[in-house]
């Protein structure tokens, strides 16, 4: 059996848990640099506010509903889904952690116990201490899982918020009721090609025949379609280490001189290197990227990048910034308005399986002085010590105006509490 739980709405959830003043009120949460909606309460929902709403298009419609809204605290929201996923650890060893939000349980050996009841449980102790609602949906394969806690967080009054698929009958009942559209998996152009083929509801799904779900949509469909058959097919993905760290930005201006756009990218190198070095990783291959700005077709268009093969693999912000600045010059055409850039580190590979090369290797003078680097600014703030390429006055900050404290994770922004 396997156990899926699901915070709802858990960045407007993470945001009642220190201000119960918002219970009952439509809240949204706002992406980076406050552009479009990315979490709303069912309140914000009935009031008409779609997922993705652009912030300042719905201006009117916020005031009219008087709706709260907050910049996007992800140390907040990091922590509070670290808080939830140590809780739901102690119930099962075998987890996976499929997004900031969810988590599968594999329910291995539990055949003589009460799964409903454990369900509760997990929603009662879940709440209880970190005050994050969650559903939870129990059934014998992930993708039924899935549908179970979609049924649980549906109908919460009748189902207590669990929802526990353990009948042929149940099954059967779900999976008329889910749309196509609905199932995990199944994107919407898939849905869509189903659809045409008079393939409505899950159940149709499940009844189609093996060689067309495979010829449609591969043998991942095919896996699919036996997992809600309830037959095993998905197990728990163990956690994958990162391919590529990317930062990047849209610029709060139109930069148009070599040196304005070489800083920039010279400390978005310097990022992905302290990325790196927190993962413990190092990249063999680089890519820097420029554009212009679309919304602007009055302006020169103009947008580039270029891919480079490290003659060693790093992490070193030195020795990653003059790649980096290196290759923005061979992409960098004068005369452009220059709207967003960014570097990525990609082909990663662990910084203690790193393979020598024969003829060059990183600098081995620069670990203990980057290891330094990284226990200044970790002890007396981000970016206090940099390269000489960078702006010593600039610290890039994204527009926050609606944020939130960090109650949990800065001993300065802690709650306080009147008494």
């Known amino acids: 059996m396997f156990a899926l739980i699901d915070c709802n709405n858990f960045y407007v959830s993470c945001e009642r848990v220190f201000d119960p003043g918002l219970m009952g009120k439509p809240v949204v949460v706002l992406s980076n640099n406050d552009g479009c909606v990315i979490a709303r309460s069912n309140e914000a929902k009935s009031a008409g506010i779609p997922m993705g709403a652009p912030a300042f298009k719905y201006e009117k ?20 889904s670290n808080r939830v996923m140590s809780i739901l650890d102690g119930f099962t060893p075998e987890m ?11 329910l291995k050996g539990f055949g003589n116990f009460d799964l409903q009841s454990m369900g509760w449980e997990m929603h009662r102790k879940v709440g209880r201490w970190t005050g994050i609602p969650i559903s939870v949906g129990i059934a014998p394969t992930k993708a039924l899982a899935k549908v179970a806690n979609r049924i649980a967080k549906k109908f919460p009054h009748r189902t207590k918020n669990v ?11 779900a999976l008329k009721w889910l749309p196509v559209e609905d199932v995990w998996g199944i994107g919407s152009r898939y849905a869509a090609r189903l659809k045409s083929m008079n393939i409505n509801r899950a159940f149709d799904f499940t009844k189609m025949e093996d060689n067309r779900v495979k010829s449609l949509m591969s043998v991942v469909g095919l896996r699919l ?25 849209t610029f709060e201006k139109h930069y148009t001189r070599y040196e304005e756009l070489k800083e920039r990218v010279a400390a978005f190198a310097s990022s992905c290197a302290e990325k790196l070095r927190v993962e413990g990783s190092c990249c063999n291959t680089l890519m820097v990227f420029v554009h212009g700005n679309r919304h602007r077709p009055d302006l020169p268009q103009y947008g580039k990048s270029v891919v480079v093969k490290l003659p060693f693999p790093t992490n070193s912000s030195i020795e990653l910034v003059k790649f980096a600045v290196c290759a923005l010059g061979n992409i960098f055409k004068s005369g452009c308005y220059y709207k967003k850039a960014g570097v990525i580190a990609m082909d990663l590979c662990p910084e203690k399986n790193v393979q020598l090369n024969i003829f060059t290797n990183r600098d081995p003078r620069h670990i203990p002085l980057m290891r330094t680097v990284d226990r200044i600014n970790a002890s007396f703030g981000q970016q206090k010590v940099k390269l000489a390429v960078q702006d010593p006055n600039r610290i890039w900050k994204m527009k ?18 009147n008494t």
């Open 163 to 173: 929802y526990l698929i353990d009948t042929e009958e149940k099954r059967v009942k």
């Open 61 to 80: 419609l916020f005031r009219r509903h008087n709706v709260r809204i907050f910049s996007a605290n992800f140390p907040l929201y990091g922590d509070m």
């Open 400 to 417: 926050q105006e609606r944020l939130s404290p960090r109650y949990t994770t800065n001993i300065n922004e802690i709650i306080t509490i």
């Open 96 to 106: 996976e952690i499929y997004s900031i939000d969810e988590a599968f349980l594999k």
């Open 225 to 249: 379609k036996h997992d809600l058959q309830g037959v095993p097919r998905l197990d728990l993905n163990e956690v994958q280490p990162r391919k590529s760290i990317a930062t990047t930005r």
